[in-house]
């Protein structure tokens, strides 16, 4: 079953090319170039989660989640911007937004951040809980809504790739994950650039983890990684 996207962005040439990318990212797509159809594509179409600009005609991005959120309060909203102001943000997340990601960005990092979203709201039988953002392995706990890793020798502040990149591996736990994996879905593209980031941030979680002897990060050269546990 594909999950179903309303994306709301009245700039036609990106509404255009986001559009594509979230389809060939495997996903449904209803698309609204204003507040007011968006808000008549959400209530004929029933999506599973909103993808909205906030500087929209007719209808802003937050007045449309507000509107959204007196229907229906759990579907996930992510916001759009290229407002950065720290009061931008901290009204996006009043007006019913979970996540708020800053133009320009990656379709990579909007897929990724869809997915975050829909396992933790979405369905029963992903590794996270519909009704929590707490995923226990081993004998840590990760809490993907504080970017938190809670080891048995303390607690680490994730950032936002590594928690990423900890979703990624729980999601592929004792199987190889292939590097392309997080490269395409966190970062972008695999460019050699990338590459040696993404080696970095894995790195920095390997030595978190080592806090618990029953969990293994596990560099497979040339290939992946794999979460043993």
């Known amino acids: 079953m594909k999950y179903k996207i309303l994306y709301a962005e009245d700039e036609p040439t990106l509404a255009q090319i986001i559009g594509d990318g979230l389809k060939n990212g495997g996903y449904d797509v209803d698309t609204a170039l204003?507040?007011?159809?968006?808000?008549?594509?959400?209530?004929?179409?029933?999506?599973?989660?909103?993808?909205?600009?906030?500087?929209?005609?007719?209808?802003?991005?937050?007045?449309?989640?507000?509107?959204?959120?007196?229907?229906?309060?759990?579907?996930?909203?992510?916001?759009?911007?290229?407002?950065?102001?720290?009061?931008?943000?901290?009204?996006?997340?009043?007006?019913?937004?979970?996540?708020?990601?800053?133009?320009?960005?990656?379709?990579?990092?909007?897929?990724?951040?869809?997915?975050?979203?829909?396992?933790?709201?979405?369905?029963?039988?992903?590794?996270?809980?519909?009704?929590?953002?707490?995923?226990?392995?081993?004998?840590?706990?990760?809490?993907?809504?504080?970017?938190?890793?809670?080891?048995?020798?303390?607690?680490?502040?994730?950032?936002?790739?590594?928690?990423?990149?900890?979703?990624l591996l729980l999601q592929n736990k004792n199987t190889l994950m292939p590097r392309q994996v997080p490269l395409l879905k966190i970062w972008g593209d695999d460019s050699f650039y990338n590459a040696r980031s993404m080696d970095v941030f894995m790195s920095h979680l390997r030595k978190m983890l080592k806090d618990d002897e029953t969990v293994q990060l596990m560099s497979i050269r040339g290939a992946g990684y794999k979460l043993i546990f």
């Open 34 to 167: 204003d507040g007011q159809q968006a808000l008549q594509l959400f209530e004929s179409g029933q999506p599973d989660i909103c993808v909205l600009d906030i500087m929209m005609p007719l209808k802003d991005g937050y007045t449309l989640a507000e509107d959204i959120r007196k229907q229906n309060s759990n579907v996930p909203i992510i916001f759009l911007s290229a407002r950065s102001l720290t009061e931008d943000v901290i009204k996006g997340f009043k007006s019913g937004g979970n996540d708020y990601l800053r133009k320009p960005f990656s379709i990579g990092e909007l897929l990724v951040r869809i997915e975050s979203l829909l396992h933790r709201f979405g369905s029963s039988d992903q590794i996270t809980e519909s009704l929590s953002t707490r995923v226990r392995f081993g004998r840590c706990e990760f809490d993907t809504l504080t970017q938190q890793l809670i080891t048995p020798l303390g607690t680490h502040a994730l950032s936002y790739k590594e928690t990423a990149l900890l979703e």
